[in-house]
């Protein structure tokens, strides 16, 4: 059996949540912990993780939990006061919108059967009508410059993330593209090269492979991805919680078996599950 002790994943959806969930945050850590995991980043489309995870992290316990805001419309969306008051708290990653954004709306709609309430705000979109980032964003970066949180990209569409990261990368932000081969955002491999070759990390999350999403992804595929894109540039993650997917110690072993089986080395699994998400997480 392959052991998880030292790995991170950072794609982790806990209870409390509005949609049910497999685990709570206590439950995802103690399983994580009896596997001796480095550690978890908690994610949640409406609020933010860190208080939870900080006050799990009081317990004691081996594998240590991290928080994420999701600038969803439920936190005030796109909003550099609700970012200040993120990293004030120790927020780790900043995502930008999933559920809220543009580009995840032109695909699925206001996805009411997942998130089940009357959405008031427009889809956001964060580059103005000359392609330049909204004055709002380049803010949140100014903020998250010399922090030690990162950026995450969230469901924006392609040249969102291209202008994004360019900026990002200028000010000396970290960048986390998340869950690139699932389905949504499904960013091609040629634009995960083109970020990674800026700096970034590109994350693959287990669900992708799984019958969860509206398109199931081949594994070789994924294999591929990163084999182009080179493991020293990736993370992995489960995106599990969802309860069609198995508890979280259960999910990443099953990815890390299934990447394996179509390919990936020990080494690589190393890369991306044990030396770069300190890095991303900025405690390397």
Not at 35 to 64: C, P, Q, V
Not at 151 to 164: A, F, K, N, R
């Amino acid at each position: 059996m392959i052991s998880l002790e030292g790995m991170y994943d950072l794609h982790v959806h806990p209870g409390p949540s509005i949609q049910k969930r497999r685990f709570t945050a206590l439950g995802a850590t103690r399983l994580a912990s009896e596997e001796k995991m480095g550690g978890l980043l908690f994610l949640d489309h409406t609020y933010n993780t860190t208080s939870m995870a900080d006050t799990i992290n009081e317990l004691g316990l081996k594998t240590r939990a991290f928080g994420t805001i999701m600038l969803n419309e439920a936190v005030g969306g796109i909003n550099p006061s609700v970012v200040e008051i993120a990293l004030a708290l120790g927020t780790q990653q900043i995502q930008m919108p999933t559920y809220s954004s543009r580009n995840h709306q032109a695909m699925y709609g206001d996805d009411q059967k997942i998130f089940p309430y009357k959405k008031r705000a427009k889809p956001y979109y964060i580059l103005d009508d000359h392609g330049r980032l909204l004055p709002e964003v380049e803010e949140i970066l100014e903020l998250v410059k010399g922090s030690k949180s990162h950026i995450g990209c969230g469901h924006l569409s392609v040249p969102e993330v291209d202008v994004l990261v360019k900026r990002a990368r200028e000010l000396g932000c970290r960048v986390l593209a998340n869950a690139v081969s699932t389905d949504m955002p499904d960013y091609p491999v040629d634009a995960q090269k083109r970020w990674a070759d800026q700096g970034i990390f590109i994350e693959h999350a287990y669900m992708a492979i799984t019958d969860v999403p509206h398109v199931t992804v081949p594994v070789e595929r994924i294999v591929s991805q990163i084999r182009t894109v080179g493991a020293e540039h990736c993370v992995l993650g489960t995106d599990s919680g969802n309860m069609r997917l198995p508890d979280n110690p259960v999910a990443l072993r099953n990815y890390v078996e299934a990447l394996m089986g179509a390919g990936l080395t020990e080494k690589e699994i190393d890369q991306m599950t044990r030396n770069n998400p300190p890095v991303v997480l900025g405690i390397a």
